[in-house]
């Protein structure tokens, strides 16, 4: 299974935030997304997960289910956390593993966990029946974690995935990254900090020649 970035061009607000960018990732990698704050990292997050419409290129799947178009086949974890307050915290996942679908690929292993199950991993189960906005923000955060293990998924993206997180969860969420490595999926995250994940490609986007942007593959 791969993902396939060609010639990307994304406008913004009638500015173009980056252009002719191409990648391409395969199973059980990580694309960890570095630059400067308003670079275009979100929004190249965004852009994958069909949120943001391309001015040009073309974003496809190579492996992954043929009548599905890429962004049904990706998880999004962005800035915001995705909770319903009113409901409450078991809801929510219910909610989330009613509403998204499915979707497998070639050499993908994972598998939906069950909603409780993914609340005692995280270490929020004691707030199962509590409603979501009496969560403190690191708790808000794992619960928006939870989504990416209920419905299975191969393509994670992660926009600053370790945002709100104490270490101990930081170090959970690096397990669960590289599990879902291991699983033969695919993660593109965007952050600026170091992960320690098994494999990794580092693509850096620079302001001085959008035009031109550093892809470079780490074994560790």
Do not use: C
């Amino acid at each position: 299974m791969k993902l396939i970035a060609e010639n990307l061009t994304i406008d913004r607000g009638g500015r173009r935030v980056f252009q002719n960018l191409s990648f391409s990732l395969e199973g059980g990698t990580a694309l960890v997304v570095t630059g400067a704050n308003g670079i275009g990292k979100s929004s190249l997050l965004r852009t994958l997960a069909g949120l943001v419409p391309l001015a040009k290129g073309e974003i496809r799947m190579e492996g992954g289910e043929a009548d599905r178009p890429p962004q049904e086949q990706v998880h999004y974890f962005g800035h915001q956390d995705a909770v319903k307050p009113a409901l409450s915290v078991l809801e929510n996942l219910n909610f989330w593993q009613s509403f998204s679908a499915p979707s497998s690929g070639e050499g993908f292993s994972g598998r939906p966990t069950p909603p409780l199950e993914v609340l005692q991993t995280l270490g929020i189960s004691h707030t199962a029946h509590l409603p979501a906005a009496y969560l403190s923000a690191g708790q808000k955060r794992r619960l928006s974690l939870s989504r990416l293990l209920v419905t299975a998924r191969p393509v994670w993206l992660m926009d600053e995935p370790t945002s709100a997180l104490d270490k101990a969860s930081e170090k959970q969420l690096l397990g669960l990254m590289n599990g879902h490595l291991a699983a033969g999926g695919l993660i593109v995250t965007a952050t600026h900090t170091e992960l320690a994940l098994d494999k990794t490609q580092i693509l850096h986007l620079q302001a001085a020649d959008p035009a031109a942007h550093d892809v470079e593959e780490e074994m560790i």
